[in-house]
């Protein structure tokens, strides 16, 4: 399977943007779905991930309640709504897909920048 994260940009704080995982192949409704991000330095933390029937999802306490993650089976996508963003939230994001759970790591899309000024 393979991936390509999008929708990334500048925005002022408190703002929103919604990043999209596009995915090829029949088996990308299949996989778990992660979103991922990564700042210089440091690891690459989970955000948020919906599992394959999109029945179970999970966020990081960072950003719950502000980031929502869902699905389009039908289009292959998987989307990242994140609003009243933070200077925080200033990162690459990846998305990913796997069988792990709640941290699918087995395919990898490349990133998009999100940048929040403040």
């Known amino acids: 399977v393979q991936l390509q994260a999008s929708g990334g940009g500048l925005v002022q704080t408190g703002g929103s943007l919604r990043l999209s995982c596009a995915g090829s192949?029949?088996?990308?409704?299949?996989?778990?779905i992660g979103w991922f991000r990564q700042t210089p330095g440091n690891d690459r933390e989970l955000v948020a991930s919906t599992e394959f029937s999109g029945a179970l999802t999970h966020y990081a306490d960072s950003v719950t309640g502000r980031f929502t993650i869902s699905r389009d089976y039908a289009k292959n996508l998987v989307y990242l709504e994140m609003s009243n963003l933070t200077p925080e939230d200033t990162a690459v994001y990846y998305c990913?897909?796997?069988?792990?759970?709640?941290?699918?790591?087995?395919?990898w899309g490349q990133g998009t920048q999100v940048t929040v000024s403040s």
């Open positions: 192949g029949r088996t990308f409704n299949n996989y778990n």
């Open positions: 990913a897909a796997g069988s792990n759970w709640p941290a699918p790591n087995n395919y």
